[in-house]
């Protein structure tokens, strides 16, 4: 049975049982229940290389111990231990263990939850991971990883505003632009569920790692910060998936929740690929955190402001942002002036609909900047669709192949992109240009005249528009002729 016919099946049995209510408790369950037996898989391995190797776990809460026998606990007796004996043991594990894999485990637990009340049904979930997921198969180690993308998605589907999976193409194309070296320290400080850091660290041990030195400092290098309990834990699985022995880089927290300020020197990093969360409010007082000048609630705005704090001179970052951070005025404004300023921000990659489809419409935009050098002129790439492909959808998702066109026009940052040509989607704007515009960086492309659109959906859309503009336009004019009249009397 293949492992995503075995999640399948497992989803079915939760389905029967009346604690578990939704994709996101039933994924929340299953995961808690995948970290475990991928941990424990992972130990037989640590155990076989290092004679002397401790488990940070008390071998009565071991996976091994309790749920690997079939013919084990089961019942309200397996219920009472799961939720009497292996949470409390797992969220305090500090009094049993200090060391960095006790911490990991500890975080992982801090905020999960059995939602299951019948322990017959626990049973058969436990029993079918136990036959269904051996992750030291290396085929099975494969097919997990897009299995977990799926996980991943389907927890999408049931998310909220403002968050979504990044689409594969996109953060290995970021990945790529920016080039993390070995030593380099690279970080997402909003890292959901390690999609960016995952492929940071592959593009490392592609390019860079040939030795266990190198493997040991690629291990070392790695960091994020994830605010909600479900992507965290699953960050931390996907990091133990690939293969980063100890992922306690991977924080609980929002990183947002600090002052600015407080970040020191040593802190800094020298990559940042990101996808904040935008189209989201902070609560009250986390633009406290922020000067004056930048204060604002908005989600993405705060991140932007952080991750220039962040970078080390001549450290490199690639995030992704929505149209509306482009052209908004205010605050923006004056967050674009300081990235202006205070950065290179080189390329702004515009990316067509759909690309975040189905969690949102939005149009996005990949911003690439190195901190410590003005912007002298920003180059604007229009990435193309596919020949035949209006737009993305499941049947035809993003590939990675489409960003070749990118890459083969990209040049070299050290000699100023000095190979790069305009074209018909290729074009750049000076930063004189750009601050006579009061910073709207919604530049449109030079090349292409208005197009003229026969779809009939988007006709429609626009007519609607023009009767809301019309409807508004007409009760302003009532309003001035009201007070005018008023006046008069």
């Not at 992972?42 to 996976?63: F, G, T």
């Amino acid at each position: 049975m293949s492992i995503s016919s075995t999640i399948k099946s497992i989803q079915d049995i939760m389905r029967k049982d009346v604690g578990v209510d939704g994709d996101a408790q039933r994924i929340g369950q299953l995961v808690w229940l995948l970290f475990l037996k991928i941990f424990d898989d992972r130990e037989l391995e640590w155990e076989l290389l290092d004679d002397n190797y401790k488990s940070p776990i008390p071998e009565s809460c071991r996976w091994r111990t309790w749920a690997a026998d079939a013919e084990g606990m089961t019942g309200d007796e397996l219920k009472e231990f799961v939720d009497g004996m292996l949470f409390p043991t797992l969220q305090n594990l500090g009094d049993y263990s200090n060391t960095p894999s006790a911490f990991v485990v500890r975080s992982v637990f801090e905020d999960a939850y059995n939602y299951m009340k019948s322990g017959q049904l626990l049973r058969q979930v436990i029993n079918k991971i136990q036959e269904g997921v051996d992750f030291n198969k290396a085929q099975e180690r494969h097919e997990f990883g897009n299995l977990y993308e799926q996980l991943l998605r389907d927890l999408q589907n049931a998310g909220n505003a403002g968050e979504f999976y990044t689409p594969r193409p996109v953060t290995e194309f970021m990945v790529r632009m920016v080039d993390p070296k070995l030593d380099e320290k690279v970080m997402d400080p909003a890292c959901g569920t390690g999609g960016f850091l995952t492929c940071a660290i592959e593009h490392k041990r592609k390019h860079y790692v040939n030795t266990a030195e190198d493997e040991r400092t690629l291990q070392a290098s790695i960091f994020g910060v994830e605010k909600k309990p479900l992507p965290h834990l699953l960050a931390t699985t996907n990091m133990i998936l690939h293969g980063i022995e100890v992922p306690n880089q991977i924080r609980h927290d929002n990183t947002l929740s600090r002052p600015l300020i407080s970040w020191t020197p040593k802190e800094r990093v020298d990559c940042i690929v990101a996808n904040p969360p935008f189209g989201g409010m902070e609560e009250d007082g986390i633009e406290t955190n922020f000067p004056a000048t930048f204060r604002t609630r908005e989600t993405a705005d705060l991140f932007l402001v952080l991750i220039m704090h962040l970078l080390k001179d001549g450290g490199r970052a690639a995030v992704v942002l929505p149209d509306g951070f482009l052209f908004g005025e205010g605050i923006k404004s004056r967050i674009k002036e300081k990235l202006l300023t205070e950065c290179n921000l080189h390329t702004i990659v515009r990316l067509p609909n759909g690309v975040f489809n189905p969690y949102t419409g939005i149009k996005t935009n990949l911003l690439f900047f190195t901190k410590g050098i003005p912007t002298k002129q920003v180059w604007f790439y229009e990435h193309q669709y596919p020949a035949g492909v209006k737009s993305y959808n499941k049947t035809k998702p993003m590939r990675i192949e489409e960003f070749e066109v990118e890459q083969a026009w990209w040049g070299n940052e050290d000699d100023g992109f000095a190979a790069r040509v305009e074209n018909e989607f290729a074009w750049k704007v000076s930063v004189e240009e750009l601050q006579a515009r009061n910073w709207n960086l919604d530049c449109k492309n030079p090349h292409i005249g208005e197009q003229i659109s026969h779809d009939p959906d988007e006709l429609l859309r626009d007519y609607n528009q023009m009767q809301a503009d019309i409807t508004q336009l007409r009760d302003q004019l009532k309003a001035v002729l009201a007070e005018a009249l008023e006046r008069q009397a």
